[in-house]
């Protein structure tokens, strides 16, 4: 694995752990308000804990899993690149996954694993899509072209917000463009199931394509990781980016993929935009947005209808400029 790769500054030794969190704050930060040690249960590179100084609530029980479930018997199909001694442009994994123009180079910088500067403001932001080298390929792992497919390299916590109920936050800074984590769960098709408003709607995530919205969803409700627990702001500090590297199947292969698209401090909670969709159907049933964003679009009393879903819109929402 290409976790060696310790010039990024988000990749620490555990025993590094303890000081992700900041000195002045340690009191504030007592272990009598965790919960949960390890929500991922030793999965993750550094512990999950969840985290709650407001009340007695704990956390529902799901299967937690790192990445997502397909159907029985679906065969992923990767692109494989033949590049021995690195990667670079010419990389058939840049633009062989399918008649889809791709970003015409590398798009993380080698010694930080974070996107670009060149692809932050020109592609990833209006795209919405990626491809690395799969796990397949002769380039090897510490090729510069694999960043999400390493997993979550930030120490994260889920805490309980004052009117969001569960949130995640980081425990330490998080650089502009670095990767936070995929959006895991089962993959479902929307044909066999109805889109009316259930419990699992809070975590469902629409699958989408440079064409428009797919037939799949990831469903995170039964089965599901960190990501599950990321609020909605009207002013995000995430952006979603679908993410191919071990399926070239444009309806369905790619991964959701979370990156920090500004500075994020220590503590801050970790937001993205789950779409004007989401929020229609909402407000239809009188539940407004708690961002309290001043950029606020869906507080209560908008009247505004749809279906509940969130999306990873490959051509809108903010931007990493």
């Known amino acids: 694995m290409a976790l060696s790769r ?23 930060w007592s272990s009598k308000h965790v919960i949960v040690e390890d929500l991922s249960n030793g999965q993750e590179l550094y512990p999950v804990r969840v985290w709650n100084s407001l009340d007695k609530e704990t956390v529902k029980p799901f299967d937690y899993i790192t990445g997502i479930e397909t159907f029985p018997n679906y065969q992923r ?3 494989i690149c033949d ?12 633009f062989d996954a399918f008649d889809v123009t791709g970003y015409p180079d590398i798009p993380y910088d080698e010694k930080t694993g974070r996107l670009t ?23 090897g792992p510490d090729c510069p072209s694999r960043s999400a497919q390493l997993g979550i390299r930030f120490q994260l916590e889920v805490f ?20 936070i984590a995929e959006y895991a769960g089962q993959m479902r098709c929307a044909k066999d199931e109805a889109y009316e408003y259930n419990e699992s709607d809070w975590y469902s995530f629409d699958i989408t394509s ?16 960190i990501a599950r627990f990321i609020n909605h702001s009207c002013d995000p500090n ?3 980016v679908h993410v191919f590297y071990d399926d070239n199947n444009p309806q369905m292969g790619m991964h959701i993929c979370f990156y920090a698209s500004e500075d994020i401090k220590e503590g801050k909670e970790l937001c993205f935009d789950y779409g004007n969709s989401y929020w229609e159907a909402k407000m239809k049933q009188n539940i407004g947005c708690e961002c309290g964003s001043t950029k606020c679009q869906y507080r209560r009393g908008k009247k505004r209808s749809g279906k509940i879903r969130r999306k990873a819109k490959v051509d809108s929402g903010p931007t990493l400029d």
């Not at 990833?124 to 380039?139: F, G, P, T, V």
């Not at 309980?160 to 990767?179: A, E, H, N, Y």
């Open 160 to 179: 309980q917000t004052s009117k969001k109920g569960w949130g995640v936050r980081p425990l330490r800074d998080i650089p502009k463009g670095s990767f």
């Open 77 to 79: 199909t990767p692109v």
């Open 83 to 94: 590049c021995e001694d690195g990667c670079d442009s010419n990389c058939k994994c840049m």
């Open 238 to 240: 995430l952006i979603a």
């Open 6 to 28: 310790c010039s990024s500054p988000e990749i620490l030794p555990p025993d590094r752990i303890i000081h992700c969190a900041p000195t002045a704050r340690r009191d504030s």
């Open 117 to 139: 500067i060149r692809c932050q403001n020109k592609w990833a932001s209006s795209h919405r899509i990626l491809w690395e080298c799969s796990a397949a390929c002769k380039c």
């Open 210 to 225: 440079e064409e428009g919205v797919t037939n799949f969803y990831i469903d995170a409700s039964q089965k599901g990781n």
